[in-house]
Nanobody
Framework: QVQVVESGGGLVQPGGSLRLSCVTS????????MGWYRQAPGKQRELVAS???????NYRDSVKGRFTISRDNAKNTVYLEMNSLKPEDTAVYYC????????????WGQGTQVTVSS
């Protein structure tokens, strides 16, 4: 099927920036929407941003104007640029990949930790 690997997380101070990367491999034909989710301790997983095969972007309200999602189809990669980071952004960030014309939860990576703290 599809393998998904995230990278780029780390520890940053409030106001800092990080760039997350998610590389897919395996059977990458007909990849549709690609997205980033996050899960903080004791909380449910939530959508951060997504980008469709046509390039339409969607962000949760709390990250609009601070985060930017992009994709490079030739490299089978999706990115998340995070600026002006806040302590409430602290979470494990997961990459999700879906196939076009197919319903379901898609494919998930193992996650990368983002910690925003002084």
């Amino acid at each position: 099927q599809v393998q998904v690997v995230e990278s780029g997380g780390g520890l940053v101070q409030p106001g800092g920036s990080l760039r997350l990367s998610c590389v897919t491999s395996g059977n990458t034909f007909n990849i549709g929407t690609m997205g980033w989710y996050r899960q903080a301790p004791g909380k449910q997983r939530e959508l951060v941003a997504s980008i469709s095969s046509g390039g339409s972007r969607n962000y949760r309200d709390s990250v609009k104007g601070r985060f930017t999602i992009s994709r490079d189809n030739a490299k089978n990669t999706v990115y998340l640029e995070m600026n002006s980071l806040k302590p409430e952004d602290t979470a494990v960030y997961y990459c999700n990949i879906r196939r076009v014309f197919t319903s379901g939860s898609g494919y998930w990576g193992q996650g990368t930790q983002v910690t925003v703290s002084s």
